[in-house]
């Protein structure tokens, strides 16, 4: 969901009638707050920081005219 920007809420639904609604609650949080990503500020293959060389890209690639 952080892919697409998503801001709405994560929920996490409770479907069980043998214990109690706020002991779920308690379980649930850290739950979903595990599963929370801070997106990148930069591209994963971004390690350089330099400028993209497209002509020795192609020519590596074997894509000269």
């Known amino acids: 969901m952080t892919k697409y920007g998503y801001k709405g809420w994560a ?3 409770w479907e069980c009638c043998f214990k109690d609604s706020q002991q779920g609650a308690e ?3 850290p739950f979903i ?4 990503i801070q ?3 930069r591209a994963f ?3 350089a ?3 993209v060389d497209q ?3 192609r020519r590596v690639l074997g894509l000269d005219d």
């Not at 707050?33 to 929370?36: A, L, P």
């Open 39 to 41: 997106p990148p500020a």
């Open 55 to 57: 002509q020795a890209i």
């Open 27 to 29: 379980e649930g949080a």
């Open 33 to 36: 707050e595990g599963h929370m």
């Open 45 to 47: 293959d971004d390690f």
């Open 11 to 13: 929920v996490l639904e």
């Open 49 to 51: 920081g330099g400028k």
